[in-house]
C-alpha cells in the first residue's frame, strides 16, 4: 500500500465497514440493516473539527504518496538534500530518459492519470508505480507560490516551460477560451478540448495540461526554446520545409501528425500564458546571444532555476488562511490527508449553518443568503464548530454522551426525510404529531417542521426533557431552542454545567425516540392500529427486540408504569429518566480539575457541595438498577 496503492475495491469493502461500525454500530458480519445517518464522507475528521475520528483510507493512502512525491521534488533542490536519497537518483535518471523535459520537480504539476487528464507527457505513458509517485501532489490542491518570485532577467531564457507552477496562468485567463485558427477540412485545432472534470483538477498547475499539443515536443523544454521557435516560425502562407521546421524547433515526440496552421496557433497560445515580463526578459537575453558584441553572462542552468528560484518558493495557503502556510518540503502524511478534505469540510460547514439557522429560526441558505441576513444574526453563524471543539476537550466523560449532538448538527440523526435522505418517505412519529396524514399532508410535507425540528424540540418526548430542566431553571423564562442546540447557557447556569446538560438531554431524547418508534412498530407488528391501545409490558418487549441500543446505558428507569399507560407516556419517563441517569453518572466522576470552580451547592441540576459533586434529582423520582 505504500508504494504500490490500495486496490478499488479493498478500498471499497474497507470504507463499507467502517460506515457499519462507526455510522451503524453493527459488527463487519452482521446481517442487521439499519438506516444510514452520516454520509460516508462526514465520518472524516476529527471530532473538534465535527468529524467522527473516522480515517479517511483513501486519502490517507494517496497522502502517504504524495509525501514521497514532495521528497522526490525536492531531489531538485540540491542544498536541501545534500546525500541524495538512492531511489531519488534512480528517478531523476529515468524520468530525464523518458522525455527531455520530466525531471522530479515535474510532480509539481502533475495530475494522476486515473482523474482523466492523460499521461504526463502525451503518448508517452509512464510506468504504473513511477507515474503514481510522481502524479501523487496532484490529489492535493495545486502547489502555490510562497514567496514572490526575483526580478525577470536572464533566468527567464532557461525557465522551465513545464513542471513549473510560476507559469499558471490566472483564474481569469485559464478559463478563457483560447483562439483557434482555421486548420482545414479534417477539424483539427489548435487546443484541444478539455472535459469540465479535468479542467478543474488541471487549473492552477502550471501549463502543463493547458497545452497539451506542445508538452509531448522534445525541443520545447524552456522558455528560451520557445523564444527561438517564435522567433523562427515560418510565415502561414510561404513555402518552407515544414517537417524540416518541426524537427529543428520543436520535435514532437508522441507520433502525431503536426499541421501548420494549428501548430503556430498553439505556439501563439503559449507565447499568450508566458508572463510578459518573463517574455521580454528571455527576448532581451535571446538577442544579447546573437548579437556580435560581448557574450552576454551566461543565464543559470534550468537545475540552477529551478533550484534556486521555483523550489524554495512552493508549497501550500491553509485554506481560509493567508498566514498559515506549508512549505514543500514540511509536507507530512497528516497534512497531505487534511488537504484532500476541503471539499468535506466546506460541507461540514454548511451544514453546521443549516443547524445554527434552525436553532434560531433563521431562514434556510436556499431562501436567504447569508450575507442578506441582518449583521447581528449573520455574526452568530459559524460558532457551533467552537463549540463542539470545547466540548470534546474540556468536557472529560464517555464519548457516546457526546454523539447525538454530533449527529444533530449535521442532522446526521437516521431519520427519513432528512438533508441526506430528502426523497425518503417521512416514518410518522408515534406522538401522533407529525408524519402522519394522507396525499394531501404529503403534498405540504416541505412546509411541516423537518424531522430535525420535531423530534428534538416539537415531539413530546422532547418536551419531557426540556420541562426537566426548565423546572431546575433559575432563570424568568424557559431554556430556548437555540440555547438547548447550541449549547448557550441560559441565565443561572455555568457554562460547564450547562455543556453536560445538553449532551445529556440531546441524547436522552434520542434514547425516547427510538424507544418510542421501537413501540410503535411492535404495537403495528401485533396487529393493534394504535400504539395507545397496546400493553406497555408487550411493547416494551417488542421494542427490546426490534430496536437494539449497543450504546444502552445500564437499565435505570423509573419505577415502572402502571397498566395502561399509552407508548408516548412510557417513552417519555424513560427518556427523562436516561437523562437524569447520565446526570448521575457524571457527578459519580467527581468535580473536574479544570473548568468548575464557579460551580457552588446553589447551582441548578449540578453543584459541587464540599467537594463533592451533586446531582439535583427530583425527589419522587425511584432508580432502580
Given amino acids: 500500500m505504500e508504494h504500490s496503492g490500495l486496490p478499488d475495491d479493498i478500498a471499497q469493502e474497507l470504507e463499507r465497514l ?48 504524495a509525501t514521497w512525491a514532495a521528497r522526490l521534488a525536492a531531489h531538485d533542490d540540491i542544498p536541501a538534500a545534500p546525500q541524495p536519497q538512492p531511489w531519488c537518483v534512480a528517478y531523476d535518471v529515468y524520468l530525464r530518459a523518458h522525455h527531455p523535459s520530466l525531471r522530479p520537480s515535474s510532480t509539481l504539476t502533475a495530475v494522476p492519470v486515473v482523474e482523466g487528464a492523460g499521461d504526463i507527457i502525451p503518448s508517452h505513458p509512464l510506468p504504473e508505480d513511477t507515474e503514481r509517485t510522481v502524479s501523487a501532489l496532484g490529489w492535493l490542491p495545486p502547489v502555490q507560490v510562497l514567496t514572490e518570485a526575483p526580478e525577470p532577467g536572464a533566468w527567464c531564457f532557461t525557465a522551465p516551460l513545464w513542471g ?52 509531448a515536443c522534445a525541443r520545447l523544454v524552456t522558455i528560451g526554446d520557445l523564444v527561438r521557435a517564435h522567433a523562427a516560425r515560418p510565415p502561414a502562407a510561404a513555402a518552407v520545409d515544414w517537417e524540416g521546421w518541426l524537427r529543428d524547433y520543436l520535435a514532437p515526440s508522441d507520433g502525431r501528425r503536426r499541421r501548420r496552421g494549428p501548430t503556430l ?45 521555483i523550489m524554495p518558493r512552493m508549497g501550500w495557503k491553509l485554506s481560509g488562511s493567508e498566514t498559515l502556510k506549508v512549505p514543500l518540503a514540511k509536507l507530512s502524511v497528516r497534512m497531505a490527508t487534511s488537504m484532500q478534505l476541503d471539499d468535506v469540510a466546506t460541507r461540514r460547514a454548511d451544514l453546521h449553518e443549516d ?9 434556510p441558505r436556499a431562501v436567504v443568503r447569508r450575507e442578506d441576513l441582518p449583521a447581528a444574526a449573520a455574526a452568530t453563524l459559524g460558532a457551533i464548530r467552537d463549540t463542539l471543539a470545547r466540548l470534546w476537550q474540556k468536557v472529560r466523560w464517555e464519548r457516546r454522551h457526546f454523539e447525538t449532538l454530533w449527529r444533530l448538527a449535521i442532522d446526521a440523526v437516521p431519520l427519513p426525510g432528512n ?63 437555540a440555547q438547548l442546540w447550541l449549547v448557550q447557557a441560559p441565565p443561572g447556569f455555568q457554562q460547564c454545567v450547562w455543556d453536560v446538560v445538553v449532551m445529556a438531554a440531546l441524547a436522552a431524547t434520542e434514547h425516547g425516540r427510538v424507544r418510542l418508534r421501537g413501540m410503535t412498530r411492535a404495537a403495528a407488528a401485533l396487529g393493534i392500529q394504535t400504539a ?53 453518572q457524571f457527578a459519580q466522576l467527581g468535580v ?34
Avoid at 445517518?37 to 480515517?55: R, S, W
Avoid at 443547524?355 to 431562514?363: I, K, N
Avoid at 451547592?601 to 451533586?614: F, K, Q, R, Y
Fill in 18 to 65: 467502517v460506515a457499519r461500525v462507526v455510522d451503524r454500530r453493527l459488527a463487519p458480519d452482521s446481517t442487521e440493516k439499519r438506516l444510514t445517518g452520516i454520509p460516508t464522507e462526514l465520518l472524516y475528521g476529527h471530532p473538534t473539527t465535527g468529524g467522527f475520528g473516522a480515517l479517511p483510507i483513501r486519502q490517507h493512502v494517496r497522502g502517504r504518496h
Fill in 419 to 481: 438533508s441526506h435522505m430528502p426523497l425518503a418517505r417521512r416514518e410518522p412519529c408515534g406522538c401522533g404529531q407529525h408524519g402522519h396524514g394522507g396525499a394531501a399532508v404529503e403534498a405540504h410535507a416541505a412546509a411541516a417542521p423537518t424531522p430535525r425540528q420535531h423530534h428534538f424540540w416539537d415531539c413530546a418526548v422532547a418536551k419531557a426533557v426540556v420541562a426537566q430542566i426548565n423546572a431546575h431553571n433559575p432563570g424568568p423564562a424557559p431554556i430556548s431552542q
Fill in 265 to 309: 496557433a498553439a505556439l501563439q497560445g503559449l507565447v499568450g500564458d508566458i508572463p510578459p515580463s518573463w517574455w521580454s526578459a528571455a527576448q532581451a537575453h535571446a538577442a544579447q546571444l546573437a548579437s556580435p558584441g560581448p557574450a552576454p553572462v551566461p543565464a543559470p542552468s534550468t537545475s540552477e532555476v529551478v533550484r534556486t528560484t
Fill in 532 to 584: 395507545a391501545a397496546a400493553a406497555p409490558e408487550a411493547a416494551v418487549a417488542g421494542a427490546a427486540e426490534a430496536e437494539p441500543d449497543l450504546d444502552e446505558i445500564p437499565p435505570t428507569q423509573l419505577t415502572p408504569p402502571q397498566p395502561g399507560v399509552n407508548p408516548v407516556e412510557l417513552a417519555c419517563a424513560r427518556a427523562v429518566a436516561d437523562f437524569w441517569s447520565r446526570l448521575m
Fill in 164 to 215: 513549473n507552477p510560476l507559469l499558471t496562468p490566472s483564474p481569469a485567463a485559464a478559463s478563457g477560451e483560447q483562439e483557434e485558427e482555421d486548420s482545414g477540412s479534417d477539424g483539427e485545432t489548435a487546443v484541444e478540448p478539455v472535459p469540465a472534470g479535468v479542467a478543474r483538477r488541471t487549473q492552477g498547475r502550471g501549463l502543463d495540461y493547458r497545452h497539451r499539443t506542445l508538452r
Fill in 592 to 625: 473536574p480539575q479544570k473548568g468548575w470552580d464557579g460551580v457552588d451547592a446553589t447551582h441548578p441540576i449540578l453543584a459541587v457541595v464540599n467537594g463533592e459533586m451533586l446531582c439535583a434529582m427530583p425527589q419522587a423520582m425511584e432508580l432502580e438498577a
Fill in 355 to 363: 443547524y445554527e439557522r434552525a436553532a434560531q429560526g433563521l431562514p
